[in-house]
DNA sequence: GACAAGCTTGACAGTGACTGACAGGTTCGG
DNA sequence: CCGAACCTGTCAGTCACTGTCAAGCTTGTC
């Protein structure tokens, strides 16, 4: 149980400096917080700060919550003769997972959309989660007995095509205001391109 | 003549910079370098390396020479009633104009790829290219006499899908060590979507 | 209940990217 | 040839981020 205390109270503080430093963002920006503010907020020294998150841009993207994990596992039980756009579009079921929470998820979206150092964050991290589909996607590929010829770009320009939907989607959602919901502008970026048989 | 020449002293000082800031990321790593060890290199001060320079990571990022402006003139160019999924494939051959470079730009893009910050500054740049090229799309839509309804996702989605066939491109021509053509292995990567008519 | 091991924390010092301000020197246009 | 515009080095400062160390608290063990 103690390990499972550490770990529960580590969130917890790790949820509080999250939250706290979320509002100092929202009120006086992004730049214009230091970790020293955020720090002082929760009573913590700068350094603690960054035992929680390794760097300041984490602090926010953290919270959008793209756990790779989710995404990972979402796919993996996805059927492997399911056409891979098809999975793709499943998999980003788990990033709608804010649907109790729009509003929130807006601000946060809105935030890293025009910080720079948070947009270029955010885009590296979607890039990161990219290479582990396209393993999974190449994985599940040579189990169904059809794997991909060595080179073939098509697992990559895939999966890099629905994350470009995803983003402009999230970006075509947030400019009309967050009228109807997220999952539907997915649904419409996407089906803007099919893949060949 | 004299805007001229300051401008053309001004390219060839960034240049300098450029190439000795290249040279020294080569050999020791782009992280293990600081810009005093470029401003050594090219007898300057740091203060002056950052007045030809915004980043350190621009150093880098500029030479990719993605310049924004080609572009968007050859996307202009591109007969109006052409298929925005080919007329996109034609504003990548800018990008292919590494032809006669082919081992320098693979160098870079290398260093690119596994240096996260260079990943991440890449990144956000191609998004901000891809939102000029969005707002062409547009453009060249109302002109030709069907534009696209005020929240269609549609060109955004595929600028998106696009760019992202070009990344997987550059990924797939790097880790199949430079065999083939670039160009190749952008037409195989786009080939694997077909934009919905 | 004492004790050792392990985790967490604050304090301090240091690096490196980046910025603002100022002063001296060079170049340019008239 | 003179003032304006430009470029440069120097200095000082901010801020993200890292390593180190000693002190305190937690936990598991006897």
Redesign the interface.
């Known amino acids: 149980m103690s390990e499972n205390l550490r770990e529960r109270t580590r969130r917890a503080v790790q949820r509080e400096i999250g939250d706290a430093a979320l509002t100092l963002f929202a009120e006086r920006g992004y730049d214009a917080t230091t970790i020293d503010d955020i720090a002082a907020a929760v009573g913590m020294s700068q350094r603690s700060v960054f035992r929680y998150f390794a760097t300041k841009e984490e602090i926010v993207v953290g919270k959008l919550e793209l756990a790779v994990d989710d995404m990972l596992d979402v796919l993996r039980r996805r059927p492997p003769g399911e056409p891979v756009w098809t999975s793709l579009r499943r998999v980003f079921d788990v990033v709608d997972h804010y649907g109790d929470q729009q509003e929130l998820s807006a601000l946060i979206h809105r935030m890293v959309f025009d910080t720079?150092a948070l947009?270029?964050?955010y885009?590296?991290r979607l890039?990161l989660m990219q290479e582990a589909v396209v393993a999974v996607l190449v994985e599940r590929a040579a189990k169904a007995g059809n794997p991909y010829p060595a080179?073939d770009?098509?697992p990559?320009?895939?999966?890099?095509?629905?994350?470009?939907?995803l983003?402009?989607?999230q970006?075509?959602w947030l400019?009309?205001s967050t009228q109807g919901t997220f999952a539907n502008?997915l649904d419409?970026?996407?089906?803007?391109?099919?893949?060949?048989a």
């Open positions: 720079p947009s270029a964050a885009l590296h890039q080179d770009p098509t990559r320009a895939l999966t890099a095509s629905a994350f470009g939907c983003v402009a989607a970006h075509s400019a009309s502008a419409r970026a996407m089906a803007t391109l099919i893949p060949r």
